[in-house]
């Protein structure tokens, strides 16, 4: 796993998140531009990078959390990954009815881009590698 060879769980969850603000913009770009086929195969990557932290995330929830609270932690996260999955997609789908696909692609964008600064550093991770 790349988390144990660069021997941190946030770093690549530092990177997903930049890399998928940067992926929308691209896509919200191109599809602007009307660049259809690279605008789809940006789509493509984007729903990959969408769920490339979903291991690290929950690998390093409960790392953080300790055994003794990892169980709440998890169930916390899970939740909340689950409220936030149900509204993607009629938020998401109102964004476009009333802004377009490509102001709708650059709002999405927000997320990660409001997610990044407030990931943990290396310097709260635990050394559990």
Not at 33 to 55: E, F, K, M, Q, Y
Not at 100 to 127: K, Q, S, W
Request: hydrophobic share 55%; glycine share 10%.
């Amino acid at each position: 796993m790349l988390s144990d060879r660069v021997g941190s769980r946030v770093r690549p969850l530092r990177w997903v998140s930049v890399t998928a603000c940067g992926v929308m913009l691209l896509l919200a770009a191109f599809d602007a531009a009307h660049w259809g086929p690279a605008a789809a195969a940006l789509l493509v990557i984007a729903t990959t990078v969408s769920v490339a932290d979903n291991g690290l995330a929950f690998t390093s929830v409960a790392e953080a959390a300790g055994p003794r609270w990892a169980g709440r932690a998890l169930g916390t996260q899970n939740t909340g990954q689950f409220v936030a999955a149900a509204a993607v997609g009629p938020v998401v789908g109102g964004l476009i009815g009333l802004l377009g696909y490509p102001l709708a692609f650059a709002a999405v964008a927000l997320a990660p881009a409001i997610a990044t600064p407030i990931i943990p550093g290396r310097a709260d991770e635990h050394d559990r590698l």
